[in-house]
């Protein structure tokens, strides 16, 4: 229901939208809205500006049947403002279809500087759907229909036809693989092809890396992905693949933090630390040179 205080129209200029002062109790997020509003240090600081200044830039919504508004952009604005303690919020409020509620969703979130690889791969699917429910026409096939608003959801993001299909790919991931994902501890290009795998062997291969404590390289994944296609992936197949020493790792040293640290001051950086081995290998050399031509 909305709110009984009334909404406060405070522009009427001809020819322009009105900006109205919505009780913020009336303003509901997005359905399915696939971009994160996290309580982080930059939220911290959108709190802080907020609590000194204002919301200065309208939210964008739109009536809800059941009553009250749904945010089409300005989720985060509304939660810094909700945290520091404005009761209302200026606010556009237009008509829309569910399709370009969705669209506009999306294009106002994407101009983000941080996004996500789970935010923009829902993004980019929700706009996809939203496009093609748009482009139904009788003159054009649905793959028509979908290669089209592909290749313009692509222009418009300043990415590629074929980059929108592969992050789409990733909303195939169980969330606990997409969550790694977003943490960088799976690359993208392998995420890819572990999105061809079922729900069950995604799952197998969660626990085949968390057993392991390595994360696919491309390549591994390449393997594990014809696994599946074989209908041979299981739990010991990908342990088996997982497990396997990396060409890279067998080529490279790796000495921990903790063991270097206990023969140095606490004072010293890790490049203090670099420097001072390096310089004692130095050494150790010419002394091993010198012993040798004797």
Not at 66 to 88: D, K, M, N
Not at 130 to 144: F, Y
Request: contains cysteine; proline residues 5%; hydrophobic residues 35%.
């Amino acid at each position: 229901m909305i709110s009984e205080q009334k909404s406060e129209v405070i522009s009427t200029e001809p020819n322009r939208e009105q900006i109205q002062q919505i009780p913020i109790t009336d303003l509901h997020p997005f359905k399915n809205h696939p971009f994160k509003v996290l309580d982080d240090e930059a939220m911290q600081r959108t709190v802080e500006s907020v609590a000194q200044f204002g919301v200065l830039a309208p939210l964008i919504a739109r009536p809800r049947p059941e009553g009250g508004y749904e945010i089409i952009s300005g989720h985060r604005r509304q939660h810094a403002a909700e945290l520091a303690g404005l009761t209302t919020l200026p606010v556009i409020v237009r008509n829309m279809s569910d399709e370009e509620a969705v669209i506009r969703m999306v294009d106002s979130n994407l101009q983000r500087e941080h996004i996500l690889p789970s935010e923009r791969a829902f993004a980019y699917k929700m706009k996809l759907e939203a496009m093609n429910h748009q482009g139904v026409r009788g003159d054009l096939t649905c793959g028509q229909v979908g290669h089209k608003s592909r290749d313009l959801i692509a222009a418009e993001a300043g990415d590629s036809a074929r980059n929108v299909q592969r992050f789409i790919r990733l909303t195939n991931l169980i969330p606990e693989l997409l969550d790694l994902v977003d943490q960088k501890k799976i690359s993208f290009n392998p995420a890819v092809e572990l999105s061809y795998l079922t729900a069950t062997e995604q799952r197998d291969f969660l626990e085949a890396m968390q057993d392991t404590q390595n994360a696919p390289s491309l390549s591994q994944a390449q393997r594990i992905k014809k696994l599946s296609q074989e209908g041979k992936c299981t739990y010991d197949a990908i342990f088996d693949i997982m497990g396997e020493e990396k060409k890279a790792e067998m080529d490279r040293v790796t000495i921990k933090n903790e063991v270097l640290q206990k023969y140095f001051p606490k004072s010293y950086t890790p490049k203090q630390m670099q420097d001072t081995i390096i310089k004692l290998l130095e050494q150790w050399q010419k002394k091993r040179q010198r012993s040798q031509e004797r």
